[in-house]
């Protein structure tokens, strides 16, 4: 286990993509600020936090654990972004997709390395 979560890259890249998400939602339409906005600011969030309680938590098992409800968050934050992307609330940012897609697939390899050892 690191010693600190802000070593791994993974988190990184999480609280990264959040600071991402809170700017680019500051343009969304008013009437959605706590409809869409409020979700994609609390799910992008979620998924650097949900890393760093696994890795708090000391055991590979929950690292792992809470890793999944990491992923979970990213797919979930995808969904957000493709519906305010259809709603024209921004002209698809190709940069944060890809990014939030790259973040997905380096969670879910943490996952398997964790469930490995």
Avoid: C
Avoid at 44 to 72: C, D, F
Avoid at 74 to 94: I, P, V
């Amino acid at each position: 286990m690191p010693e600190s979560v802000e070593n791994l890259r993974i988190w990184q890249e999480g609280r990264d993509l959040a600071i991402a998400v809170y700017q680019l939602t500051r343009y969304w339409p008013e009437d959605e600020r706590f409809g869409l906005v409020s979700q994609a600011r609390r799910v992008a969030y979620s998924i650097p936090s949900n890393l760093a309680e696994g890795i708090g938590r000391g055991t590979r098992g929950e690292a792992a654990r809470y890793a999944r409800i990491a992923l979970g968050s990213a797919y979930e934050l995808h969904t957000l972004l493709e519906l305010a992307n259809r709603l024209r609330f921004f002209a698809g940012e190709d940069d944060l997709d890809g990014k939030l897609q790259s973040l997905i697939r380096q969670i879910s390899s943490f996952i398997a390395y964790q469930e490995a050892k």
